[in-house]
């Protein structure tokens, strides 16, 4: 059998054998911790810098917005004056009537002046 062990030593054994575990000397290195802590500190200021970015972007698409919102009205008011334009058949008529009209004028001018 085994040797009865105080509740005290028991105790000092099992933190003595954690502490061989976990320690920071165990296995001869620390596990990567450093590693990570640099690759953690170098991706902060990486998002840093986007977060700049995102910013600034946002900023940007609330002038664009309000610029298309400019250009919209000013599109609406355009597609109004152009729809008012006289079409293409409504010129070719008013130059014909156009001409119908100098052509009488003009043969009732030689006219009196014979």
Known sequence: MSDPVSLEEARQRRAAALADIAGPTGGGHDGGMSELERRVGALEKQVTVVETKADTLIANGREMGVDIKSLGKALGDLTG????????????????TVSIALTGLVFTIARAMK
């Open 81 to 96: 004056r152009v729809s008012q334009l006289p079409s293409t058949w409504t010129m070719a008529g008013w130059f014909v």
